[in-house]
């Protein structure tokens, strides 16, 4: 897939998490897709951002940069948000924070196939 194509589908992604279009999510992501290493599948990946989305109403994907390199995507999405509780075990509780994540994605068949994301972590610290 051209490296255009392959950005065009991950800014598709991106706008089917925003939306919360749990019913496309497979267009974008793999039957057998692992997170982190390890093998979740569509439902647990689906269950994943389902469950982020409650603790975090507000969560929007803002990408901040984005290297495409088919078939793998690096991207860098920005968060301005109000988790309702506790997030990545730091007490929030209803604090508005900033962050980021970079993330890593490896395509197959047009589809998210392999998931590393990296979230800072400290930066949310900081602000509390």
């Known amino acids: 897939?051209?490296?255009?194509d392959l950005s065009d589908t991950y800014r598709?992604?991106?706008?089917?998490?925003?939306?919360?279009d749990w019913s496309n999510l497979a267009?974008?992501?793999?039957?057998?897709?692992?997170?982190?290493g390890s093998h979740i599948g569509l439902s647990g990946y689906?269950?994943?951002?389902?469950?982020?989305?409650?603790?975090?109403?507000d969560?929007?994907?803002?990408?901040?940069?984005?290297?495409?390199?088919?078939?793998?995507?690096?991207?860098?999405l920005h968060f301005d948000c109000t988790p309702k509780a506790a997030l990545f075990d730091l007490?929030?509780?209803?604090k508005r924070v900033q962050f980021t994540e970079n993330v890593f994605y490896e395509f197959q068949d047009?589809?998210?196939?392999?998931?590393?994301?990296?979230?800072?972590?400290?930066a949310i610290a900081a602000q509390l």
């Open 91 to 94: 007490p929030v509780n209803g």
């Open 27 to 36: 267009k974008f992501v793999h039957d057998d897709v692992q997170y982190n």
């Open 110 to 122: 047009g589809r998210i196939r392999n998931v590393w994301s990296i979230i800072d972590k400290a």
């Open 12 to 20: 598709g992604y991106i706008a089917c998490l925003n939306g919360q």
């Open 59 to 76: 969560l929007h994907f803002d990408i901040r940069l984005l290297v495409c390199e088919p078939p793998r995507i690096a991207s860098r």
């Open 46 to 57: 689906r269950e994943m951002l389902e469950g982020d989305f409650r603790a975090i109403p």
């Open 1 to 4: 897939m051209p490296s255009v």
